[in-house]
Antibody, heavy 121, light 107 residues
Framework: QVQLQQSGPGLVRPAQSLSLTCGIS??????????WNWIRQSPSRGLEWLGR?????????DYAASLKGRMSVNPDTSKNQFSLQLNSVSPEDTAMYYC???????????WGRGTLVTVSS | DIQMTQSPSSVSANVGDRVTITCQAS??????LNWYQQKPGEAPKLLIH???TLETGVPSRFSGSGSGTVLTFTISSLQREDVGTYYC?????????FGGGTKVEIK
């Protein structure tokens, strides 16, 4: 059974970087039949897809245009996990952040429990 | 980006009632749509994928239909445990996008 374990700080100062990690059990980050996503949720934006990484003979990365240049998703095969880094955060980045496993057929079947990140000084 | 407009934004119904939620896509998405249920304090839970395929273990009172730009989700007989917020999500094109949600309550 695949499970995702999120970790990372719940408070980030404005203009700093947000870093979250999603540990994978029951699967591997280099699986050829999954993609590893970050999604956030806030009252103002609802559910917002941020980006993903996946391995199909090489690593691929996709990002939401609104965050491109400010965020990265990185796999770590040695620890079987993937991470989110979001730079230059502002209070508008305050949200619940989820990692999720996307099936090759496009659905998010497995989700992490979520990390509430507050951007505040 | 493909905009997903979900309606209604909230619905209050009696136990046993039929509840229908609609998701309208800003462009055709074939049947590349998933439906999720979210309860307070929890992550979304996949109920239906590919517009109409019921996820394993999900009660048969939940169903989905449609393709193209208008897709629907139905609870045939509302139960108390169905209270929560329901979301659609398209995967026709990046960026993956979600509807705004429909909050379902018991009257």
């Amino acid at each position: 059974q695949v499970q995702l374990q999120q970790s990372g700080p719940g408070l980030v100062r404005p203009a700093q970087s947000l870093s979250l990690t999603c540990g994978i059990s029951g699967d591997t980050v280099s699986s050829n039949s999954a993609a590893w996503n970050w999604i956030r949720q806030s009252p103002s934006r609802g559910l917002e897809w941020l980006g993903r990484t996946y391995y199909r003979s090489k690593w691929y990365y996709d990002y939401a245009a609104s965050l491109k240049g400010r965020m990265s998703v990185n796999p770590d095969t040695s620890k079987n996990q993937f991470s989110l880094q979001l730079n230059s955060v502002s209070p508008e980045d305050t949200a619940m952040y989820y990692c999720a496993r996307e099936e090759i057929t496009g659905e998010f079947r497995i989700w992490g429990r979520g990390t509430l990140v507050t951007v505040s000084s | 980006d493909i905009q997903m407009t979900q309606s209604p934004s909230s619905v209050s119904a009696n136990v046993g009632d039929r509840v229908t939620i609609t998701c309208q896509a800003s462009q055709g998405i074939h049947n590349y749509l998933n439906w999720y249920q979210q309860k307070p304090g929890e992550a979304p839970k996949l109920l239906i994928h590919d517009a109409s395929t019921l996820e394993t273990g999900v009660p048969s009172r939940f169903s989905g239909s449609g393709s193209g730009t208008v897709l629907t989700f139905t609870i045939s007989s509302l139960q108390r445990e169905d209270v929560g917020t329901y979301y659609c999500q398209q995967y026709e094109k990046l960026p993956l996008t979600f509807g705004g949600g429909t909050k379902v309550e018991i009257k």
